[in-house]
Each structure stands twice: as structure tokens, then as C-alpha cells.
């Protein structure tokens, strides 16, 4: 999420969703309509019986590192790294009122009249404010959703114009939660180190002041969800992304296992955790940034408050020489400037894994 200048490029008319569904229920507009071959199928939960992302007690890892539930757990979370690149926490120790709090600010900022949430105007080509992310041509389908985002830490990627002024304590709510999940990546982000063998503080060394940057989605319901998107699939270009879901969320989040959309289903207070594309590339991919979408609800609508976690733009990214073998397992990516490569997330549209290509060796 860095910071963009204002360019001139021609995105179209991006009609807002919530307002589209006032006017017209049952219209969903042609820009709206995905091709057959990415429609958000609603995946049918009894199709995957077995299939669910991992979930991991935070609890559990705080134990003293020789306790045998320390160790188990960590096991457990070196394997949802591998082979999930996502898992649910449990017991995260952030109190509810704090969760509780976020929601309820986004939930009333999306609920304001237009003109009001249009005072933060997310400009074509940046990706803080209030609209669409990720357009940058006339003819690209449009998401089921409208987006809030801004850069939280450090100060210096923040837009104060973007922070409203209403709801009232959306501000200082904000403030807290970000303190609580920051506290949350870097307590994860130790546990990751040690699940891969490497010094605890290895990554809180490497990242230098990290930043973070918060998105809130809302997707109302669609009278065709079958039709639409609320998010297109993509990866994150973060190290680390923390995804709350609003209070009995439906179903809406999918991710790509096994060429398959899995539904992650949403576990009471429990927050949902995914590798990015830095962890992927400083563990030379072993552990995965996996591909991910959302899809609506014919009825109800969701609410997500994501936080990005990354190292600072200053930062040069390379995969870390333990994890690189010349013989067994050489070397995937090449090294670049973290900054260059948030610039690059940021002006492409969200196209699976794509992104990586930026940095990818092609043999
Ligand atoms: C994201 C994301 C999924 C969701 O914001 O990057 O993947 O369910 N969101 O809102
Ligand atoms: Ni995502």
C-alpha cells in the first residue's frame, strides 16, 4: 500500500454497490459480470467435508518453548504454513472489546450517506480512501464491494484527509486495534521463525519499522452471486495479513487449494491469519502466499477489517540463506527493494498470483 502519485488514467464510471442495490435490487450491472471461467460459484460446504484451514492456539504457543504444547503447536503451524498459507487463531488474546469496536465504527462508516464517505475519496491510481482499488482501465470488471483503506504505521504513509471525522471515535478505535494486531504479527512472526529453525527475532530484525496498513471491506448482498465477485483472486504482497470477520459473517472468503476454492469458515472470535508474498519469498517458498477471493451473499451482507503487515519500504528482500540450497533447492526469486515492490502490487490489478512474477527466477 504505498503511496502513488495521482495519475491521469481512465478508469470508467465505478458505480458504488451499496448505492446500485438501493436503486435497483436486482440489477447487477454488465461491468459486474465475470467471465464463465472465474464466476464466484458458491462452493457447497458438502462438497468439502474434510477440507478446512488449520487452527491454531495462540494459547498454546505462549507456553514455555520445551512444553510439549508449545512444540506440538508450533508443528502445526509450520504445516498450515506449507500447505495451507493460511489458518484461523484462536485464543489471540485480543480483547472483544477491541474487536468489537473496529466493527462497529466500520459497520457505521459504511452505513453513512455517500456524501459523506465520498469526503475520502480513494483517488484512481492510489489505494487509501473510500471506492474501488486496483482499476486501472475502462473496460475491468468490477468487484461486489466497496473498500475503506488506509495506511496506519509508520506515520509517514498516512493521509490525514482520509481519516474521517465520523463515526465519531473511528479514529481513536482504529488507533487501538492496530496497536493490538501489530503486537499479534510480531508475536506470530517469532513463532513462524522458530517454526522454520531460524532466531526468534530473526524477522523483527529484518523488517526494521514495519508497515501496516488496514483495509475494511464491505460486500453487500447480490442478487446474483453467482454472477459476481466481491473480491477478485489474489495474493497479498504483505508478510503477514490478519483478516476479522464482522460477527456471524457468512461464508464469503475462498481460497485455492488444490486448483479447488475452499470456503473458510468463520469460527467465533477467532481471527484468520495468511502468508504474503514477502514470507514466500524470504522462506524461498516454502511456506506459500496462497491465492484467495471473495464471494457475496444473496441475502446478507459482510464486513472485513484486514490488516497488511510488512517490512519497512526501505527494506531489500531476498530468500534467507538457510533456506536455500544451490543443489537440493536453489534460489526462486531474486532480491529487490521491498518498496519497489509495493509500488508494483499496487499499480497492476489483482491477478492471482501474478504479482510474484515481479521477482520470480524462470528457469
Ligand atoms: C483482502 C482479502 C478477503 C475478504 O482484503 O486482501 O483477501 O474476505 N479479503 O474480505
Ligand atoms: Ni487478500
Redesign the pocket.
Known sequence: MGPLPISSIRIGKIEDVQELIKSKPNKVPERFIREANERGLLVSLKTHPHQHIPVIDLSKLSEPHTHDDHLFEILKLSQACEDWGFFQVINHGIEVKVVEDIEKVAKEFFEMPLEEKKKYPMEPGTVQGYGQAFIFSEDQKLDWCNMFALGVHPPSIRNPKLWPSKPARFSENLEGYSKEIRKLCKKLLKYIAISLGLNEERFEEMFGEAVQAV?M?YYPPCSSPDLVLG?SP?S?GSAL?V?QQSKNSCV??QILKDNTWVPVLPLPSALVINIGDTIEVLTNGKYKSVE?R?VTNRERERL?I?TFYAPNYEVEIEPMGELVDDETNPCKYRSYNHGDYSYHYVSNKLQGKKSLDFARILN
Do not use: I
Open positions: 483495509r471491506n473480491l489474489h497479498d495479513t483478516l464469503g472468503l484467495h471473495a472485513t484486514v
